[in-house]
């Protein structure tokens, strides 16, 4: 799992359950897509040693608002080719940015635009991607979301991981 605190926050018991075998959490918190790109970049003989079958990838939220969506998508871009060099036989899954902000709505046209390319390109990207705005309530405050509406609650890992099951394909 690559990603930023979303990931990082995932409960290991929640994310055990994943179908995917043994799970590496590499999500740090505060990352911006060009964080991860970097850690791989700077540790790739030591992540070579990792052979996954599966990859999950949550990271874009803490970009949403401070790059145009358009270098958000570049930036997936490198990301997910640094991703399948390094890992040429895992399955890169990519979930959606989340919905966020007060009644859903933070950055909503951009989250949108950011999804909806990761969708119609992910073939060219070399994924398979994962929907999970479901996970939002629709109204705030949502139960699935902390108070900051951006972090998760137990709750809300729990959807998560149903949502992120089901895009992987595992009972």
């Known amino acids: 799992m ?9 409960p290991k018991d929640l994310s055990a359950t994943l179908g995917a ?40 939220t803490n970009n949403i608002y401070l790059d145009k969506p358009c270098g958000v998508m570049e930036s ?8 399948r060099s390094l890992w040429p036989g895992g399955t890169i899954y990519s979930i959606h940015i989340l919905p ?5 709505k933070g950055a909503a046209d951009n989250i949108a635009y950011v999804n909806s390319e990761l969708s119609r390109r992910s073939r060219e990207l070399g994924i398979r991607t994962i929907d999970a705005s479901s996970v939002a309530c629709g109204t705030t405050p949502c139960a699935n979301y902390k108070g ?24």
């Not at 690559?2 to 995932?10: F, K, N, P, R």
């Not at 505060?30 to 599966?54: A, M, S």
């Open 21 to 60: 075998g043994v799970v590496a959490n590499l999500g740090v918190g505060r990352d911006r897509i060009q964080n991860t790109l970097w850690f791989i970049e700077h540790d790739r003989e030591r992540l070579r040693q990792i052979k996954p079958k599966t990859i999950v990838v949550l990271v874009g």
């Open 148 to 171: 900051d509406l951006l972090h998760l609650t137990p709750p809300g890992y729990e959807v998560l991981t149903r949502i992120t099951r089901q895009g992987i394909g595992s009972p």
């Open 76 to 83: 997936y871009r490198k990301l997910f080719g640094e991703i």
């Open 2 to 10: 690559l990603g930023d605190s979303l990931v990082e926050a995932w």
């Open 100 to 104: 966020r902000g007060e009644q859903m």
